[in-house]
């Protein structure tokens, strides 16, 4: 695994970016903490400005490269499609819901106290509802995915969350104990996805009209390069300075909330890559469908927690943590993708 084709050395390592700047904002906290009780006050019916714009950079170049045209493709592959719909839509959310529950109520119930256990639930929960979208494409592009079947997916998942994450939240964080705050949970979904999304199609067909798809795809994303992440690890330093005592206090409580959520990456893959082998898909179709049901649309689901229960909760943090094992965690499913490809029919 010395060469890992087709991910930037930056995005390769964002794990370890993520903890510099979760150190940086801890820091922060600890020895300047003017600077987050100054961007505290800087909010809106509950949403953080500062956040809120950060959030934008981040999924708005994503939105960008979605090509809502594409869908028609998607009569073509009914079969990649089911396993990736039923998978994340029927077994995902419910799957991380048992699993969180178990092992925060449960398992380690003598570590953490039970409002504590709510919060880092709906933040398992707020993770569990949301399948990946950006990043998908590089999971898809490294084990040689079908191209069209994984933006196919993406934009499918886009126009899915849009009516069916906000009622699988409710309903799973209200059999939780939760008080839903629904005008909040709808705002932010019209905020961090209808948006930017909407905003995205127009700016896509505007430029493609006025320069053509080749200057679109290889010139004007481009400006867009490092733009999510730099969002998010900017994100992620505001966060943790109003984390930090919480995480100077109990740094145990990050590994407890990682060990669920590693558990339910990989059953989520499993159960997707093993159906595809049932049914005897392709491995350019297989190794896709299992990929994007086990990762996260973790920017939308971190923009949720800080709406929904603050910056400074246990809910943001869990969201936090998925973030932090994203990358190493995917990137070990996709070479077991790549070891098992000859056990799947290939395609020329």
Request: aromatic share 12%.
């Amino acid at each position: 695994m010395s060469k890992v084709q087709g991910i930037s050395f930056f995005d390769r390592f964002l794990s370890l970016w993520v903890a510099l700047c979760i150190l940086a904002g801890i820091a922060i906290g600890k020895w300047l903490p003017l600077v987050p009780e100054t961007l505290g006050k800087l909010e809106y019916a509950n949403v953080s400005i500062p956040i809120a714009v950060l959030i934008w950079i981040m999924i708005f170049p994503m939105m960008l490269k979605i090509d809502f045209g594409s869908i028609v493709h998607a009569l073509k592959m009914p079969k990649g499609l089911t396993v990736t719909l039923v998978v994340n839509w029927l077994i995902k959310p419910f799957s991380m819901f048992g699993i969180a529950w178990l092992f925060f109520f449960v398992v380690f119930k003598a570590l953490i106290p039970d409002d504590l256990a709510k919060e880092y639930l709906a933040g398992a929960v707020l993770l569990g509802a949301a399948p990946c979208t950006a990043m998908v494409f590089v999971w898809s592009h490294l084990t040689k995915g079908n191209p069209a079947y994984t933006l196919v997916q993406v934009a499918i998942n886009d126009l899915i969350i849009l009516v069916a994450f906000l009622p699988i939240v409710s309903f799973l964080l209200g059999v939780s104990g939760i008080a839903i705050p629904w005008n909040t949970l709808l705002l932010s979904v019209v905020l961090f996805v209808v948006i930017p999304l909407v905003s995205a199609v127009i700016t896509r067909r505007l430029v493609i009209h006025r320069k053509g798809k080749e200057f679109f795809e290889k010139a004007f994303l481009k400006k867009f390069t490092g733009t999510t992440i730099s969002g998010l690890l900017l994100t992620l330093i505001i966060i943790f300075s109003f984390q930090g005592e919480i995480i100077l206090n109990k740094p145990g409580n990050i590994l407890l909330i990682a060990v669920p959520l590693i558990i339910q990456t990989f059953l989520i893959f499993f159960i997707a890559y093993g159906w595809a082998f049932k049914w005897k898909l392709p491995h350019n179709i297989a190794a896709p469908a299992a990929l994007i049901g086990a990762s996260n649309f973790f920017e939308l689901s971190v923009a949720v927690a800080i709406v929904l229960f603050g910056l400074n909760s246990g809910a943001t943090l869990a969201t936090v943590v998925g973030v932090l094992v994203e990358v190493p965690v995917m990137l070990t499913l996709v070479g077991i993708a790549n070891k098992t490809k000859s056990k799947y029919i290939s395609t020329n």
